[in-house]
């Protein structure tokens, strides 16, 4: 296989690499839904269990005490690979989704009422959507959608224009509604378009509009800067990016974790319990109820580490490289529809596409055959594919260990597909 610098020093930290699906080499083209795991994640994971594994907190005991070290490491690490000054402003949960339906009951569902409103584009994933969609029905509230662009206008096919929402924002205030927040993702996981963040939260903030960034593909393909960005909370998943699962980020400005009541009640978020009332103990504790993810977070920290000595930029660098090459291929075929940019300084490594006449699981069934992994399926994005006139698609999507001969085998197999299905 033909491999760019990058991956030729990273294959082999990743073992299951070394598999091999129905007689062929796995090249893993799934990484939007999961990320695979190098060696240091699963030493660590291993490594807790058989030397640290105690609870954290209040434990006198040396095991106790290096969990607790390692745990509130983490969250240093954390805090530091996306721009956060303070790590008091890093909440862990069980992944993006928790995060957001966090601040969903945590901070928005306080003070939603009948006639507020709250922004969401339709490129939003369901984990994206659907706690603000509970949070609109529990209060009266409403969801407004900023639509994506479907033609080939300045901002690019699949992109959001921020005029538009300038307008949506100046519309509100005539007629005096409530935005309470705007909610939209870094990256989509269906179309690839990168979304401007620093220019979509300085228009909101400058309507007084708080902005939750969903970074949950963003976090392992470029770098992050949430002091840049000045966004108001901030989310993703530890699983995509290179470490274990069950472990999730959330960042939240101090004004907002001052606004926020506890999510979950239980050990570990207390001050102080008496009989009939309970005090809290300071955030980030406060939002972390129950025993937490500590070998998690020891994974975390290791793929972390991991990422930042390879670079963010030159992983970064290595996807555009990719997106590049497989944008060349797809245009070789006239029966494919690309969703997305096509402009590569307005996309991701993910690309989802359909083959006419050929129905996308079909056309990753095949795949398969030959050891690649892909998506099909509406990607937890249905508003999006509706918009799109389409029930489904075929998404191949990058990590920092995929390389231009998996992308031209892929297109050898499509081939393949046409063969099977329309001549």
Known sequence: MQNSPLTAKVRKDFPILKREIHGHPLAYLDNAATTQKPKCVIDALVNFYEKHNSNISRGVYTLAEEATEIYEDGRETVAKFIGAADSGKIIFSRGTTESINLIAAAWIQPKLKAGDRIIVTEMEHHSNLVPWQLAAQTSGAELLYWPINLES????????????????????????????????????????????????????????VPVLVDAAQAAARMPIDVARWDCDFLAFSGHKIYGPTGIGVLYVKNERLEEMQPFQGGGGMIRQVNRQTSTWADAPQKFEAGTPP?????????AVEYLSDIGMQEIQQHEIELTNHALKRFAEFNDLELYGPQDINSRSGVLSFNLRNVHPHDVAQVLDESGIGVRAGHHCTQVLHKRLGIVASVRMSFGLYNNTSEIDLLISELDRCRQLFIE
Do not use: C, W
Not at 162 to 179: N, R, S, V
């Open 153 to 208: 206008e300045k901002s690019g096919i699949g992109s959001l224009d921020l005029q538009k929402f300038e307008e949506m924002l100046k519309d509100a205030t005539k007629i005096k509604q409530g935005i309470r927040l705007l909610a939209v993702t870094a990256v989509s996981n269906v179309l690839g378009t990168v979304n401007p963040i620093a220019e979509i939260v300085k228009i909101a903030h400058s309507h007084g």
């Open 294 to 302: 500590v070998a998690e977070v020891y994974g975390l920290t290791a």
